[in-house]
């Protein structure tokens, strides 16, 4: 048989290599020619490309699916076709005509007729799950380098075989240093062998263990850290690796203390608060029992505190609570808790103490360090305190018999005087559950319309006509009756009752006044002003005319010497009130320390003799008063009026007004009387 010819024998290779290519279930193969029209596709390119071959063949390649990089494909292809050379195996990302993408793994191959490159064959693997897993181990890679936490890969033995650079950050120990040690035991610093047995037995059966440890770094200074131990485990499922990451939590913990901090103590002056007192109250006690030992409470309530905030602001109030807690710390030991239980109160606990005398001692401490004066803003102020002391276990077994009782105690030693100390006995506790009890209804009085306001005439000496009536607040008591304000005022001003109840008097006193008005009477309302709200009595005062119509003229405010002297801004306040066109008087004039120079300063109207100096008749003080009172331009009363013999006195002195019993029996029974009711 003749042999055949150089090209049919090269046809003959072609078709077996084109029969094999058609079967090749692994190798994508198509055949393009030099107008990049496809001209062969077997079933495999089909199924990589979900093209089948009667939809590619004749229809340009790129038709088909593109490369990420086509320009960079392109060049391949055509550095084939013009050098008649394969193209060196090359990976390729393509995006198929349904929107899939791929990862090929590429060859092309020219087919060459005579000295030309007539087709190109191109032999495609799917390597997609190879790239996706060198992706994966790329950025396992990056994690484990690039991760702010350290991390550290250890043999089955629990030995370093890798570090990544945060661990020289966090730890301060380099890898080289690492390589080889044992993790826990040799390098981190723990030292609680209890827990690394706790922690290794736990990572072997469930294959994970993490907490908080004490680790220490490279040059020994120590730090909180949060470990998390996990087992790499083989496909036999043993440990075929172990991964320790290890976190610095100072920054955490630091955040974590001040946020603990800031709940446990007062925000002002930084003491321990009533939560953080009580708490170690309870832990004193236990101790206390367990050791048959005895313990103090010291109860202080700073002595007219109210006055600061009231005279001076808040920030004056602020700056001397501060410097009362610095105070009272310097006078107990370092195992004692000084707390700021609200407001102006502080509670001191004394552990351990060693009896009552003792507990006598700290108090009379604190009263001595506290009676040095404290200047803010430029005003000395002084400082006073009234301090209840209980005795654990004489006065109770458990802590709200024992802040019950030094409670009760403290205002007893404010009712002997102020700024002293008590002990509490059991007379006390019937006080104190008096006191609260009248501090409760007081609470309900205002909603249940229990205050009353009564009216005492002043009356005009030449004329015998009434013109300001003096409203005196009355509190019908359901359990004791009516009440004067001297019987109450102080337990309301303790509960903190004082500006509801100004204002209520302030209104009440305003309508009154506008409903004479009406009645065709144009008497004048007097109100006593007291200490408290004192800085914001202004804004009351305008509150109350708007609420009620009243017109300023009509209101007259009475104050007292001691407040117009103990309050720094009470030049700035009267002003205020007068720029208001309300009515000003100092009230029982001659019983204070005012310096009569200071009069013509305030815009006051009006001075009312105290019922001491009327009563006696006491010649050369009304005279004095009186005469003061011209100079100044300011009208006169006498308070305390009872007959006609000191009203004869007050004529011939030219007094202006009286006040007293004689006013009151003057418009009894008249139809004047009826609009007082």
């Not at 708007?546 to 010497?561: F, N, Y």
């Amino acid at each position: 048989m003749p042999s055949n010819s150089p090209v049919q024998d090269a046809l003959e290779l072609i078709s077996h290599l084109v029969g094999a290519m058609e079967l090749t279930p692994l190798v994508a193969v198509h055949c393009i020619d030099d107008g990049r029209t496809v001209r062969f596709w077997n079933d495999s390119c089909g199924l990589l490309y979900g093209i089948n071959g009667a939809s590619a063949l004749g229809k340009p390649l790129s038709g088909l699916f593109t490369f990420d990089d086509q320009d960079g494909h392109d060049a391949v292809l055509e550095q084939v076709w013009t050098s008649g050379q394969p193209s060196v195996a090359t990976d390729w990302r393509v995006r198929t005509g349904d929107g899939r993408e791929l990862w090929v793994y590429s060859m092309m191959f020219p087919v060459r007729h005579g000295d030309a490159v007539r087709q190109v064959f191109c032999m495609d693997v799917d390597v997609t799950a190879r790239k996706q897993l060198e992706l994966q181990l790329q950025l396992s890679s990056q994690v484990f380098e690039y991760s702010r936490d350290a991390i550290v890969l250890m043999n089955p033995q629990r030995r370093i075989v890798a570090v990544n650079r945060a661990f020289a950050q966090v730890t301060g120990y380099t890898e080289q240093q690492m390589l080889g040690e044992d993790f826990i035991s040799a390098q981190t610093g723990f030292d609680d062998p209890v827990l690394c047995h706790q922690m290794w037995r736990q990572v072997d059966q469930d294959g994970h263990w993490q907490g908080e440890v004490a680790s220490r770094r490279a040059d020994g200074d120590p730090f909180p850290g949060w470990l998390a131990l996990t087992a790499i485990r083989d496909a036999q499922g043993k440990a075929a690796n172990y991964m320790g990451i290890l976190s610095d939590i100072s920054d955490r913990k630091k955040s974590e203390e001040q946020t603990r901090h800031m709940a446990e103590h007062d925000f002002l002056t930084d003491l321990p608060n009533r939560v953080l007192f009580l708490d170690r109250l309870s832990l004193a006690l236990m101790a206390a029992r367990r050791h048959q030992s005895m313990l103090a409470i010291l109860y202080i309530d700073l002595d007219h505190f109210k006055q600061v905030n009231d005279t001076l602001g808040h920030h004056a109030g602020d700056a001397l609570l501060k410097e009362v807690a610095l105070r009272l710390v310097r006078c107990v030991r370092s195992a004692d808790t000084v707390s700021r239980y609200g407001g102006d109160e502080f509670l001191v606990l004394l552990a351990d103490v060693g009896g009552s005398d003792q507990a006598a001692h700290v108090a009379g401490s604190i009263l001595q360090a506290l009676a040095q004066p404290c200047t803010v803003d430029g005003h000395v102020l002084p400082i006073a305190a009234s301090i209840g002391i209980s005795m654990y276990p004489t006065d109770g077994g458990n802590i709200d018999d024992l802040i019950a009782r030094a409670d009760a105690a403290m205002y007893h030693a404010k009712n002997s005087g102020r700024n002293s100390f008590q002990f509490f006995n059991p007379h006390m506790h019937a006080q104190a559950s008096e006191r609260a009890g009248l501090e409760q209804r007081l609470r309900t009085a205002l909603d249940a319309g229990e205050f009353t306001l009564h009216y005492l005439p002043e009356i005009d000496v030449r004329s015998g006509r009434p013109v300001v009536m003096e409203a005196l607040l009355r509190w019908r008591d359901p359990a004791r009756g009516v009440q004067a304000p001297e019987q109450f005022l102080a337990a309301a001003e303790a509960a903190g009752l004082m500006p509801a109840i100004t204002q209520w008097v302030l209104r009440a006193a305003c309508g009154a006044a506008q409903r004479w008005r009406a009645a065709g009477q144009e008497w004048v309302v007097a109100v006593n002003v007291s200490a408290v709200q004192f800085a914001q009595l202004p804004h009351v005062v305008e509150q109350a005319l708007a609420a009620t119509g009243l017109p300023a003229e009509g209101l007259e405010l009475e104050l007292t010497e001691e407040l117009l002297m103990k309050c720094p801004d009470a030049q700035a306040v009267l002003q205020a009130l007068h720029g208001q066109g309300v009515r000003l008087a100092i009230d029982d004039f001659g019983t204070g320390y005012s310096r009569l120079g200071l009069l013509k300063d305030y815009p006051v109207g009006k001075l009312k003799i105290d019922r001491s100096f009327t009563g006696a008749q006491d010649d050369a003080v009304i005279s004095a008063t009186i005469a003061v009172a011209r100079s100044l331009q300011m009208q006169v009363a006498a308070e305390g009026v009872e007959t006609t013999a000191q009203l004869e006195l007050l004529r011939q002195h030219g007094c202006d007004l009286y006040q007293g019993l004689l006013a009151e029996q003057h418009i009894k029974g008249s139809k004047l009387a009826q609009l007082l009711r």
